[in-house]
């Protein structure tokens, strides 16, 4: 079964071509890069469930360049790394609210009888598929851990 993510893109690629979009269209082809590398390494077929993991990850490893490159002052690459994040995130899911994450967290916590920072990642390993590429785990872990001191 072909990745409804993955048809979105490319035709979002042949959109960029034709409006000559040259930032979101080289955007593009570095999501379908890592993709095809991902699927050549692990020889895979890639799902909508894989694709959101490698398009977070990227999402993550751009806020990171962002925040080294303002820290060494060079803004005119962080804001390529902003475009970039931008044109990533329009291919995820749309992100969860405050309320809904909150929620979210309430309900593992019931579900699993977690009382104690011990019992932590068992809320956590519970949420990260459902808040996949729609929420900041580092966030979510830092909520949880809140909750259950």
Same mark, same amino acid.
């Given at each position: ?16 071509? $034709?409006?000559?979009?040259?930032? $979101? ?19 895979? #077929?890639? #799902? ?25 002052? $060079? ?8 475009? *970039? ?12 609210? *405050?309320? #809904?994450? @909150? ?7 019931? *579900? ?5 920072? $011990? #019992? ?20 979510? @872990? ?8």
């Amino acid at each position: 079964m072909a990745s409804e993510i993955l048809n979105n893109i490319k035709s979002a690629m042949k959109v960029a071509m $034709r409006a000559k979009e040259k930032e $979101r269209l080289a955007t593009i082809r570095l999501i379908q890069a890592e993709f095809k590398r991902v699927e050549v390494d692990e020889r895979i #077929e890639l #799902e909508d469930d894989r694709v959101i993991a490698i398009l977070d990850k990227m999402v993550k490893q751009r806020r990171d360049s962002v925040r080294q490159y303002q820290d060494a002052g $060079r803004d005119e690459l962080a804001a390529i790394e902003l475009t *970039e994040i931008d044109v990533i995130q329009t291919f995820l899911p749309s992100p969860l609210t *405050e309320a #809904e994450i @909150s929620a979210m967290i309430d309900a593992a916590i019931a *579900e699993t009888g977690a009382e104690t920072m $011990r #019992e932590m990642g068992k809320v956590v390993g519970m949420l990260k598929g459902p808040m996949l590429g729609r929420a900041d785990m580092a966030v979510v @872990s830092k909520l949880v851990k809140d909750r259950l001191s």
